[in-house]
């Protein structure tokens, strides 16, 4: 979030007038002052967008949104998991609403949502991809799966043959797929109608919003990652960051980006026939 953004709402906060240390409670304090601060917060017009930026930054401390951080962490937590070990099936089936609404709604990186969903990077992109279907004129480089085949040829005919009580066995036998497809299809479908109707607000289209956000969720994932679209986004940045003695490791860091897609940008961007120069004081002041 900007910190324009952060300052416009921020200075709209019901806790603006009071007295800072009730909203940083630690292990000795009273449950009356945790209370109190609660009740600031139940009060406060911008109460929603708080919990979600302190959702998104992984703020452990302090109350925020009328949630302490342990709280916001049990209702992050997504238990059953192991690292490493959901897959992107699993994720879109189990959890699509709430991974879509984490990345968009709540800004959070791939990173981020992959540790809280127990799972990696670049499964949180696949499992995207499966929830979300490409823009208008848009065409993914990647192969897509039997899932996204069948929501992509046959969404309105799954709808409207479960809408007529047929069974998934039933419907699988009618679109001539597994009953295992069919089973995950409908849940994805779900999943992504219930995120969409969440991030329809304020005469903002849920789907248009969803899809916007595809670039990024590819370039913070790393996935099969196209240098070219690096630069396009974040090249005079990285170029400025570098030539200000910022490694690339913490740049990537800092945009959110996979730290080998930053480091194949710069060497794209800086380099001849492999090996690096210098940036000039014009390459500079073009990147500022």
């Known amino acids: 979030m900007s910190t324009a953004a952060l300052s416009d709402w921020g200075a709209r906060a019901a806790c603006g007038d009071a007295d800072p240390e009730l909203f940083f409670p630690d292990s000795g304090t009273p449950a009356e002052t945790i209370a109190e601060a609660k009740r600031i917060c139940s009060e406060c017009p911008v109460r929603q967008t708080c919990l979600e930026d302190a959702i998104r930054r992984g703020e452990r401390s302090a109350i925020c949104g009328g949630m302490t951080g342990a709280e916001r962490a049990r209702l992050c937590k997504r238990p059953g998991q ?35 969903l127990g799972t990696t990077p670049s499964s949180v992109y696949y499992a995207f991809l499966m929830l979300v279907p490409a823009a208008a004129g848009q065409k993914r480089n990647k192969k897509p799966s039997a899932i996204e085949t069948l929501l992509t ?9 479960e809408r007529r009580g047929l069974s998934q066995s039933e419907i699988a036998t009618v679109l001539q797929s597994s009953q295992s497809i069919v089973s995950a299809c409908l849940a994805i479908l779900r ?5 969409v109707r969440r991030l329809s607000r304020n005469g903002q289209d849920g789907m248009e919003r969803l899809q916007a956000e595809e670039l990024r969720i590819h370039l913070e994932s790393g996935v099969g990652l196209n240098v070219d679209d690096v630069i396009q986004v974040a090249g005079r940045t990285i170029l400025r960051m570098h030539g200000e003695g910022v490694p690339l490791r913490h740049i990537a860091a800092e945009l959110d980006l996979n730290r080998e897609a930053v480091r194949r940008a710069y060497r794209q ?9 210098p940036l000039t004081q014009n390459e500079l002041e073009e990147a500022a």
């Open 269 to 277: 961007m800086t380099c001849k026939q492999g090996t690096a120069k």
């Open 191 to 195: 999943h992504r109608e219930e995120a």
């Open 153 to 161: 040829t046959s969404k309105e005919c799954l709808k409207t043959l």
């Open 82 to 116: 192991r690292p490493g070990k959901a897959s992107p099936r699993q994720l879109a089936v189990q959890h699509g609403s709430y991974l879509l609404t984490g990345l968009v709604e709540w800004r959070m990186s791939v990173t981020r949502l992959a540790e809280e």
